[in-house]
């Protein structure tokens, strides 16, 4: 109940702060008269600028940090490395490259949409990443290394994709997009991220048992009868299938799978029973935040959220990579 109290609160919060500060109890009307046809006096700018623009954007921010925050989860837990997370490890930029080639170059010839698209080039860039790791040795550090690499590789990829074959115009639209846009969110983007966002913490929680048996390894996990196959292959696509979905979205937004899992753990602790809607609720949260500021920092402007997270997400990254022992 706490947990929904302060999601409703932020989401609330999130509609009200702007360039334009809307109050809150005229932020409640709006949304009454929408859902329930309650009928209140609202001036029409205000009532659209609640309902078209900032509430739903606000929901997909939602949407948003939880599923890369259980993303991170998942892979820190699978992988056993802390640094693990969708954007260090390249997932973020194959989706990228596999959203941009169905955008301009009409990969799959109309049969992929953008989402399946972003999907197909997360599976791609973390099966190329898993390779180099195994290539690489054992090392909880090679799979970090490998991800540094395959995500140059994909952010390359995506980079003379646009080069060579966007227009000017579309340049620009999707520079700016792969920097975490949430400026043209509406409600038809909400039916795609809401159902994937929950669906893969229905998915995350069901396996929660199976993660814990993780910490100790697969062979362990293996040994308590966690089969420990079909658990990788469930989670690794669910946590390509919610990082897919939101890179379609919003674009590429790092940082958010490897600082709120952490965050998640020192307040209640490594059990998966808690830790999986502990991490969705904080990534909500912060994601809402992160896009109030990119909103306001700067007067008459919106600014990428992706460049709001890694100020935060950046200084902490060193912070855990200079922990002794981060990647061992």
């Known amino acids: 109940m706490l947990a929904l109290v302060l999601l409703f609160a932020a989401l609330w919060l999130g509609a009200a702060i702007g360039e334009t500060a809307i109050p809150m109890d005229v932020v409640a009307r709006a949304v009454a008269n929408r859902l329930w046809h ?6 029409p700018i205000n009532e659209g600028i609640i309902w078209n623009y900032r509430l739903s ?54 049969l992929l949409t953008l989402p399946l698209g972003a999907f197909l080039g997360a599976l791609l860039a973390f099966g190329l990443v898993s390779l180099l790791a195994m290539r690489a040795g054992r090392g909880h550090g090679a799979i970090i290394l490998a991800g540094v690499a395959g995500s140059q590789l994909f952010n390359a990829l995506t980079s003379f994709i646009v080069t060579k074959a966007a227009n000017a115009e579309q340049s620009r639209a999707i520079m700016f997009w792969l920097l975490g846009n949430l400026s043209g969110v509406r409600w038809p983007d909400v039916w795609l991220a809401l159902p994937v966002a929950v669906a893969g913490l229905i998915a995350c929680l069901w396996h929660a048992r199976a993660l814990d048996a993780f910490t100790f390894g697969s062979e362990s996990a293996a040994s308590l009868g966690i089969p420990v196959r079909r658990v990788y292959v469930v989670l690794i696509g669910a946590s390509a299938m919610m ?55 700067i007067p008459g402007q919106v600014l990428p959220i992706g460049v709001v997270t890694a100020l935060v997400g950046a200084p902490a990254f060193a912070i855990i990579l200079g922990q002794r022992g981060a990647v061992r």
């Open 57 to 110: 954007r606000a929901v997909v921010a939602a949407c948003c940090g939880s599923a890369l925050a259980l993303s991170g989860v998942v892979l820190q837990s699978l992988l056993r490395n802390p640094l693990a997370d969708p954007y260090i490890l390249g997932i973020s930029a194959g989706a990228s490259t596999g959203a941009v080639a169905v955008a301009i170059l009409g990969f799959g010839a109309g």
């Open 243 to 297: 990082t897919a979905a939101m890179v379609s979205v919003v674009g590429s937004i790092g940082f958010v799978g490897l600082v709120i899992p952490h965050a998640a753990r020192m307040l209640v602790g490594v059990r998966h029973g808690l830790l999986l809607p502990a991490s969705a609720l904080i990534g909500a949260i912060f994601m809402i935040a992160a896009d109030v500021v990119s909103r306001v920092i």
């Open 38 to 43: 309650a009928g209140y006096p609202l001036d």
